[in-house]
C-alpha cells in the first residue's frame, strides 16, 4: 500500500484523476467489488488529500465520474442481462441480500439507491439490481448521481483526517488525548449511524440484531447518535480543535498541493 501511494502521489494530476477513476469504477461492479478493497484505498487517498499531496477536488472528481460509469454500465448489464444473472452463483449465494435489496427498491427506489451506494455490502448491487428490475431511468439516474457526487467525499473523510494528524505532530502528541476524543467520536458517529441503518432495517423486514428487539435497537442508535452529536460539540471547545479546523478548511477552500520537498519541511 506504501509503494502504491508514492506511485500515486508522483504522478501528474491527470494520470492521479484517471487512476481514482478506474478505483472507483471497479468497485462499482458486482464480482469484482467482492475482490476490491476500496474502501482501504478511498482511505489511503484520502490520506493523500489530508497530507496536501493530491487535490481534493481532482481525487473528487475522478471518483465521481469512475462511480457514475461503474453503475451506469450496472445498471446496463443488469437490464440486458436479466435471465443470466439469476442464476449467477453469486445471486444464489447471497439471496437473502438480493431479495431484501429488491424489496427495498420497489418500495423506496430513490431512498434505497441514495443509502444503498454507502453501504459496503449493497453498494456494488443497486445498481445491477435496478437494471434487472427494469427500474425507470428517471427513478434510477437523479439520484444515482447526487450519490456518486456524496460518496466519495464521505469515504476520503476518515484518510483527510489522518493525513492531517499525521502531517502535523503537534495535533498527536502525547501530552494530551486529542488523537483518542477524534477517533472516538469519529466511530462512535459511525456506529449510531450503523446501528439506525440496522433498526430501519428490522422495523421494515424483521431482521433483527443479535437478538435484539426493534425498540430495542432504535434506542440504541438514539444514544450512540446523541452521544457522537455531543462528541462533535464538546470537542470544539478543545484547544486543539482551532488548529485542525483550520487546516481542514485550507484543504477544502486552499487545496494547493505540496511538493515532497514542503512536505517534509512541514
Not at 10 to 15: A, I, N
Not at 54 to 60: H, I, R
Request: charged fraction near 10%; charge should be positive.
Amino acid at each position: 500500500m506504501e509503494s502504491w501511494l508514492i506511485y500515486l502521489k508522483s504522478q501528474p494530476t491527470g494520470y492521479s484523476i484517471l487512476i481514482i477513476g478506474i478505483i472507483s469504477f471497479a468497485e462499482s461492479l458486482l464480482i469484482i467489488s467482492f475482490l476490491f478493497p476500496s474502501i482501504v484505498f478511498m482511505t489511503a487517498i484520502g490520506t493523500l488529500i489530508g497530507n496536501r499531496q493530491l487535490n481534493l477536488y481532482s481525487a473528487w472528481f475522478g471518483s465521481t465520474i469512475g462511480c457514475l460509469f461503474g453503475d451506469w454500465l450496472s445498471y446496463y448489464i443488469g437490464w440486458k442481462f436479466k435471465k443470466w444473472l439469476n442464476n449467477l452463483f453469486l445471486f444464489q449465494k447471497y439471496q437473502t441480500i438480493f431479495r431484501l435489496t429488491k424489496s427495498a427498491l420497489y418500495q423506496y427506489s430513490v431512498l434505497t439507491i441514495l443509502i444503498g451506494r454507502f453501504i459496503g455490502p449493497t453498494r456494488p448491487i443497486i445498481s445491477i439490481i435496478s437494471g434487472m428490475l427494469q427500474l425507470p431511468i428517471k427513478k434510477f439516474f437523479l439520484p444515482n448521481i447526487v450519490a456518486c457526487i456524496l460518496w466519495p467525499i464521505l469515504y476520503f473523510l476518515p484518510g483527510i483526517v489522518a493525513g492531517i494528524t499525521i502531517n502535523n505532530p503537534e495535533l498527536i502528541a502525547k501530552k494530551d488525548n486529542f488523537k483518542i476524543l477524534l477517533i472516538f467520536i469519529f466511530l462512535i458517529n459511525i456506529i449510531g449511524i450503523w446501528f439506525f441503518w440496522r433498526w430501519w432495517k428490522a422495523h421494515k423486514y424483521q431482521q433483527l440484531l443479535f437478538s435484539l428487539t426493534v425498540k430495542t435497537t432504535f434506542w440504541i442508535s438514539c444514544i450512540l447518535c446523541l452521544i457522537g452529536i455531543l462528541g462533535i460539540i464538546l470537542i470544539q471547545f478543545h484547544p486543539k480543535m482551532y488548529i485542525f479546523r483550520t487546516l481542514l478548511w485550507k484543504i477544502f477552500f486552499s487545496p494547493t498541493i505540496q511538493n515532497h520537498d514542503e512536505t517534509l519541511n512541514n
